[in-house]
């Protein structure tokens, strides 16, 4: 299995722009996660969906994020406009139900470090 | 949501057993305790999880004692390759209000 994958690996843009960040969950997995990590606030639940559905984005900054998960096996992060205080590695991870107890393991992607001037 | 305390930062030698312990005085019934790892410029790898008593795998053992309140990572044997920040999270994916903590986890810092 090739694992989570996200695109694009850096991106630098300027202040204003729009942003979209790309995920690919593993093939079977039904629920998608994306992250934020910086040094100041480490590693934050931005938003999850299960089955393409958004379940809870509480985690979201503010109106200028969205996201969208129009099938099982992309999703989007946007930012528009984005702004200097944007500038983080986002993580996308997903993982598969598997009816057992406990919490099942989540699939960490490479990330996409953002920078915003 | 169970909330947890985790050391900022632990060093260590190659070839010594780290133990890692993670505070989590108001874990629910139903949650779990999982550790993940997390090295420079990649996402977090999942370690090791358990419910009670003393779980290990090839990687980590994970020791849990009755009350729950704490647990503690071990790492047998310790090499530089093992220098990463690690996570301790409580909670259960069934449950409408669970939610992701991933804290600021630990700091593991080994040296030759």
């Known amino acids: 299995d090739a694992g989570v994958i996200q695109s694009p690996r850096h991106e630098v843009t300027e202040m204003g722009q729009e942003v979209t960040l790309r995920c690919k969950p593993i093939?079977?997995?039904?629920?998608l996660f994306w992250y934020r990590q910086t040094m100041m606030r480490g590693l934050e639940l931005l938003i999850y969906?299960?089955?393409?559905?958004?379940?809870?984005d509480s985690g979201m900054p503010e109106d200028r994020f969205s996201a969208k998960m129009p099938n099982a096996s992309f999703s989007t992060l946007k930012i528009q406009p984005s702004e200097p205080r944007d500038s983080a590695v986002y993580f996308c991870?997903?993982?598969?139900?598997?009816?057992?107890?406990?919490?099942?393991?989540?699939?960490f992607g490479p990330g996409t470090r953002l920078t915003v001037l | 949501l169970a909330k947890t305390t985790q050391p900022i930062s632990m060093d260590s030698y190659e070839g010594q057993e780290v133990n890692i312990t993670c505070s989590h005085n108001?874990?629910?019934?139903?949650?779990?305790i999982t550790w993940y790892q997390q090295f420079p410029s990649q996402g977090p790898r999942f370690i090791i999880q358990?419910?009670?008593t003393k779980v290990t795998n090839e990687v980590a053992s994970l020791f849990i004692p009755a009350d729950r309140k704490s647990s503690t990572l071990s790492l047998p044997r310790v090499s530089l390759s093992d220098t990463a920040v690690y996570y301790c999270?409580?909670?259960?994916?069934?449950?409408?209000?669970?939610?992701?903590?991933f804290g600021s986890g630990t700091r593991l810092s080994i040296r030759p």
């Open positions: 999270l409580v909670g259960t994916w069934y449950s409408s209000a669970s939610k992701i903590i």
């Open positions: 108001n874990i629910a019934t139903n949650d779990y």
């Open positions: 991870a997903s993982r598969r139900t598997s009816g057992g107890a406990g919490t099942d393991t989540q699939y």
């Open positions: 093939s079977g997995h039904d629920y």
């Open positions: 969906f299960n089955n393409n559905v958004p379940i809870d």
């Open positions: 358990g419910y009670k």
